[in-house]
């Protein structure tokens, strides 16, 4: 009676045990899919809400109006160089080193994730950006251009995350890895 119920189970329960631990496509592929969904609700929830005549919503006017009651110069500097930083131009050069090192570093599965993984964000970013066509807020604290709907900005600093990941698995030590995974 066990031996024909372990034979059904047991393939499953290995199956999910090999999911729940780290190496090869264990940990690491359950939490970037457990990652993936969670965004990807939360990005298609506010893409159907702002997809309506929607100018500003509830948490818009609270967010602008706590921004302008914190303003100060050294925030919007701060802010200033954040922004610059997650810029497409700052970010695609960091990419193209990254690759460049990956691609000498024989790593071509961590360079084909980089680079497949950079022009789906920039072509989601900005086919996203065309069908909402969102409007900025008015009198930003820092000049951009365009819709506001995805921040660009904020998608394309998701590349120093999967940069930092990537380089762990090039970079030796734990201290180092470690390193790595905080500065990104």
């Known amino acids: 009676v066990v031996w024909p119920i372990a034979r059904v189970v047991w393939p499953q329960a290995r199956f999910v045990a090999r999911r729940l631990m780290p190496g090869e496509l264990g940990l690491e592929l ?30 818009d006017r609270e967010l602008l109006d706590l921004s302008r009651d914190l303003q100060e110069s050294t925030l919007v500097d701060v802010a200033k160089v954040f922004t610059e930083l997650a810029s497409l131009p700052v970010v695609a050069s960091l990419i193209l080193i990254g690759a460049g090192l990956l691609a000498w570093k024989r790593r071509p599965a ?3 994730v980089l680079v497949a993984g950079f022009a ?45 990941f990537i380089a762990t698995r090039v970079v030796s030590g734990i201290v180092r890895r470690t390193a790595v995974l905080l500065t990104g």
């Open 30 to 59: 359950t939490t970037a899919i457990a990652i993936a969904s969670v965004g990807s609700y939360a990005f298609v929830a506010y893409t159907i809400t702002l997809a309506g005549d929607i100018s500003m919503t509830p948490a």
């Open 110 to 112: 961590e360079l084909a």
């Open 120 to 164: 789906t964000i920039y072509a989601g970013v900005h086919l996203t950006k065309n069908g909402i066509d969102r409007p900025r807020p008015p009198d930003p604290l820092v000049e951009t251009s365009g819709s506001s709907f995805p921040s660009g900005h904020a998608a394309y600093a998701t590349t120093y995350v999967a940069m930092a």
